[in-house]
């Protein structure tokens, strides 16, 4: 029983409170009995009791009530830090410093001698000392007591400044059990060849695949700092032909605590290579617009409608109304805002943007001032044959959004659109094309009619890295089976921009329009599709998987386009948002066509909805479709 009690208390990862309380009352005694020893030349022995006894009654009455002051008792040995020695110091140096000025005036007006200065100086040189030593060892035991380095893989650090150090020191203490450090690389020629840490840094030059064989390294570890570096040079490429595992490691910020956990340091991803730039927003005026504010966004359980909710969550929203038909997916969000924006008023609400009535209630409770309206159908196949549900939800459902905005007096709704609407060759684009007609002329009417309206913006822009249902994710799935990776033509290619990019653009756009704009994102340089496949199965290590072509899908392009050859662009104070100058069209045609369209999609008769879309938007023209059949009757 005794042995078990035993083995459990060493085995614990931390020790009790009352434990490090009785550990640093014992100091306070011995440091007071050789403070004595000391100052009397050992023959402190010789004194009454009664005078060491009242100084040790004293100081360790003092010093107990500034460790509940300081809590100095408080923190995990094991993690004990440099702000933990210091609140001891101050802890220790308050205490002494009322007991040397409580001894000096006793003595002179109550002829009380609490204690001699000297003993009581001494005493406060030896306490400190001891229990700065005793954190050394009980964090050192611990951490010999608690290593398994039996399944531990060597690593090495790309990054030897702070950054880099930082990821050291979290590996030595809390992660010791599953890496072991070897070494780390550099790029600044006055770091090469030093010692860090007990360990070596090595040049990122040709001779580091021979360094890391030699010390059977096959994971490496990117300091946040160095992530830029790594886009612009073949460095990931080099490793990931060897096999060589990279990692990421989050910034310091994003840690809990100061601990890093294993969770933390993800395998890269292929968006985490893209060389793009980062693109920055004006801080400040997002927030003036979003802070205080009750923000809607639909879709918001979606990639994008997600994003979003995470990027205005950090502006400080007075209310947030997530509006989404996925049950599993809204309740994911749930938990993350319960998890990491406790403080924000939240609601997640299930709900189809097609249901009028559903939605009324919703906006008549809630009465949001900004809406970000992320909600629609976006596989460009899938739509191809439901094409029904294509206009209930992504032309009805935003209409009726839209309507709603104006009648409970929102300030600014913003539409989620995409490239796809430019000279759409699918049902999806064109629907989308659809709905920023309706937006546009719905603002132009309300602009016309004057005094404070709602302002409606249009954000257009292309594929999203990592969304869901796209290309990486399927790939990575593709890869991860052993393949083959389909591509559907060798020529494909299409714009690509990360999720946590286009959001930051969608609320700049959204903070600097005025109403009627449609924005469209530089999107950076076209990429390969194939290239692409080819970049992900380097980095997966794998030399075994083949991609194969099957064809392009039903309504799908080589290449998309942002604008319209008819459309031209007009810059913003924003180097990577335009404004797209596109014909203006008449409301109350605009809605009357519209309702036609709505009613013929409910005959779920898929070539007459198709004809009614074609006559709205007289550029979309199909392809690899059996909807090209309608074309060649005009």
């Known amino acids: 029983m005794k042995r078990n009690f035993f083995h459990r208390y060493l085995s614990a990862k931390v020790l009790p409170i009352w434990t490090i309380l009785l550990i640093d009352v014992f100091i306070i005694v011995i440091s007071s009995l050789l403070a004595y020893a000391l100052r009397y030349d050992f023959r402190s022995i010789f004194l009454e ?7 040790i009654l004293w100081t360790v009455a003092v010093n107990l009530i500034f460790f509940r002051v300081f809590r100095t008792y408080s923190n995990v040995l094991r993690f004990s830090s440099f702000v933990d020695i210091m609140r001891i110091f101050v802890s220790l140096t308050v205490s002494y410093a009322l007991l040397m000025i409580t001894s000096v005036l006793t003595e002179s007006y109550l002829e009380f001698n609490l204690a001699p200065v000297s003993v009581l100086f001494m005493s406060y040189i030896i306490s400190f000392a001891m229990m700065a030593c005793s954190r050394v060892i009980v964090k050192t035991f611990f951490e010999a007591l608690n290593f398994d380095g039996t399944h531990s893989a060597n690593v090495f650090i790309y990054g030897a400044k702070e950054a880099g150090v930082n990821i050291a020191k979290a590996l030595r203490v809390n992660l010791r059990n599953h890496y072991r450090l070897r070494g780390f690389i550099a790029d600044e020629p006055e770091l090469i060849n030093k010692v860090m840490m007990g360990v070596k840094v090595f040049p990122n ?43 990421t ?110 939605m009324e209630d919703i906006f008549r409770e809630f009465k949001p001032q900004y809406i970000f309206h992320a909600a629609a159908y976006k596989h460009v196949p899938m739509m191809e044959d439901n094409v029904s549900e294509s206009i209930q939800v992504n ?19 913003v539409m989620i659109s995409t490239d796809k609407a430019v000279n759409p060759t699918n049902v999806m684009g064109c629907s989308k094309r659809i709905c920023e007609i309706y937006v546009q002329s719905l603002a132009k009417k309300l602009q016309k009619e004057g005094g404070h309206a709602t302002q409606f913006i249009t954000t257009r822009f292309g594929n999203v890295l990592g969304s869901n249902g796209s290309v990486i994710p399927r790939f990575r799935d593709q890869i991860q089976r052993g393949g083959p990776v389909t591509v559907t033509h060798p020529e494909i290619i299409r714009y690509f921009m990360t999720i946590p990019e286009a959001c930051r653009l969608v609320l700049e756009a959204g903070s600097m329009g005025n109403g009627g704009e449609i924005y469209i994102f530089d999107m950076g340089k076209p990429v390969k599709i194939v290239d692409l496949a080819k970049r992900m199965i380097s980095l997966s290590g794998r030399t075994d998987v083949k991609i194969e072509f099957t064809g392009l899908r039903h309504g799908e392009k080589l290449y998309e386009e942002l604008l319209n050859v008819k459309e031209l662009t007009k810059p913003t104070y924003h ?56 074309d060649k009757k005009k």
């Open 575 to 630: 180097e990577k948002i335009m404004i797209a100058t596109v014909r203006e069209y008449d409301y109350d045609e605009v809605k009357e066509r519209i309702q036609k369209l709505i009613d013929v999609s409910y005959t779920y008769d898929q070539m007459k909805i198709v004809a009614a879309m074609k006559d709205i938007v007289p550029e979309f023209v199909s392809k690899n479709s059996c909807f090209e059949a309608l």
């Open 205 to 247: 030059d040709d001779t580091l695949i021979d360094v890391l064989n030699d010390r059977d390294v096959q994971t490496i570890i990117i300091s946040p700092a160095k992530m830029e570096e790594l886009k612009k040079s073949d460095m990931a490429d080099r490793l990931l032909v060897h096999n060589i595992k990279l990692m």
């Open 395 to 413: 032309v009805f459902g935003t209409r009726t959004v839209a309507d709603l905005a104006v009648k409970y007096g929102a300030e600014k709704f």
């Open 249 to 358: 490691a989050p910034p310091l910020s994003e840690w809990n605590g100061q601990a890093l956990s294993r969770t933390q340091l993800k395998e890269i991803q292929i968006e985490d290579l893209l060389q793009r730039n980062p693109i920055e927003i004006d801080i400040h005026k997002v927030a003036s617009h979003l802070e205080g504010k009750r923000v809607m966004i639909t879709g918001a359980a979606g990639s994008i409608g997600s994003e979003i909710m995470r990027q205005v969550a950090s502006f400080n929203p007075y209310k947030l109304i997530l509006v989404d038909q996925a049950e599993t997916p809204l309740h994911d969000i749930r938990l993350e805002l319960q998890d990491r924006w406790r403080d924000i008023d939240a609601e997640t609400i299930i709900a189809d943007i097609s249901n009028a009535t559903r």
């Open 49 to 55: 009791s009664s005078t060491i006894d009242k100084t």
